[in-house]
């Protein structure tokens, strides 16, 4: 017992009352500005953003964003568009960061088909690991075609979803760069085509276009990708939708997948 009360009172005397709740609501608009400016992103908006209309103004207007880009050089993008063509909300802009990253998901088939609508031929499409590096790639691994028939695959990108606005699309029309990377086994010939469009929001109105149809890799080569790309600019306005389309096949007609080997492909809004 005489042990038991000891630890109790040592308990006691080791623990510490929490302090009074810091209050906030005195302090002026600058210094709140400052202080949540050091709250993560995602934070700002599912938690601070709903304590107060104050906050919300806050969180929803330039100051903390641009505290926070000053800190976080992935950011600088979005804050020197937003200079020229302010959003209609920083912290949708800021979180989604659209600007100089990849808008296609799964663009080496790491996570199989995943987000592509795809069409198969022959023996439909599979997912191998590259036989030649590519640099820059977040994955060394292919979406590879079949034999017979054209194996087929296609995304559609939101560019709203993705962070970008009416206005600065229309009014300033960034530079839409896609790329797309596709080569042949060595024993075996190939061919591959591409085509990009820009989409109205009815999401059938072609407003640019970008088509490409190679000449087939022969059998016996030297099974290095080649780099198809295009930079979309000065397209117009009305432009919502990017839709990334391509396709490949064997030229032997082998049963299994010895077609084009597709990997790295990529839809980037980027700042003139």
């Not at 998901?105 to 997912?127: D, E, K, L, M, T």
Request: aromatic residues 10%; glycine residues 10%.
């Amino acid at each position: 017992m005489r042990g038991r009360a000891r630890g109790q009172r040592m308990g006691q005397a080791g623990s510490r009352a929490p302090g009074p709740a810091l209050e906030l609501e005195p302090l002026p608009d600058e210094l709140l500005a400052l202080i949540l400016s050091w709250v993560p992103g995602r934070a700002l908006v599912t938690r601070c953003r709903l304590v107060c209309r104050r906050w919300r103004a806050l969180i929803d207007g330039p100051t903390v964003w641009r505290l926070q880009g000053e800190r976080l050089p992935g950011m600088r993008a979005a804050l020197a568009a937003a200079r020229l063509c302010p959003p209609p909300r920083w912290s949708h802009l800021c979180l989604r960061e659209p600007f100089g990253r990849n808008l296609l998901r799964n663009p080496c088939g790491q996570i199989g088909s995943g987000h592509w609508q795809v069409q198969h031929g022959g023996n439909g499409w599979n997912v191998e690991e590259n036989r030649c590096p590519v640099e820059g790639a977040p994955a060394q691994t292919c979406f590879v075609s079949s034999f017979s028939e054209w194996c087929e695959k296609s995304q559609l990108v939101d560019l709203l979803k993705e962070g970008l606005w009416a206005e600065r699309l229309d009014t300033y029309q960034p530079e839409i760069y896609i790329s797309d990377w596709w080569g042949a086994r060595e024993d075996c010939g190939c061919k591959y085509s591409l085509c990009v469009k820009l989409l109205a929001a009815n999401q059938r109105t072609v407003i640019a276009e970008f088509q490409a149809s190679p000449d087939p890799i022969p059998q016996w080569n030297d099974q290095q990708y080649q780099q198809v790309s295009h930079r979309f600019s000065q397209y117009g306005t009305g432009v919502r939708y990017v839709h990334f389309f391509h396709r490949g096949t064997d030229t032997q007609f082998w049963a299994g997948h010895y077609g084009a080997r597709i990997t790295n492909s990529m839809v980037m809004v980027k700042l003139r």
